[in-house]
């Protein structure tokens, strides 16, 4: 079965690469390629701090603060560490996810151990209506992966 197109406009990137390769009319979005870009997103690591911008308000929501906070910030090995990482995600989706409404990120496992933090995502997409997905957060080696649970 194919996936089912969305009703929210492709992002950005997608609409660039289309244009790029000469495709006339832009191809209908998919919850995959949003996935996609939601790991591109939360596994990339910002250029510059918010606090460092704090002066420049123009420069929040640009280029520069694409991406998630540093990954030694993003610990999980507490409860109290998962839910400042959830609303660390939940900032980074807000500001640059400009497809996803209403984004709300809650820890899924507070008590459970390790390395490994599982959290959701509930948001609205565009006209489509709700999304909900399931955000592996790994902290190992000294990196964090994010990655979100496929069904």
Known sequence: MSPRPLAASPSLLDRLVDACHGVDRP??????RLVDDL??????CAVAPDDELAQHAELATSVLTYGAPAPQSMAISSYEKRLATAKQIEHVIRTHEPRLTDVRVRVLNPQAPGSDGLLRIDASLGGAGPLSLALRVRTSSGRTQVTAERS
Not at 39 to 44: K, Q
């Open 27 to 32: 191809q209908p979005m998919r919850v995959e």
């Open 39 to 44: 790991e591109a997103l939360l596994n990339t």
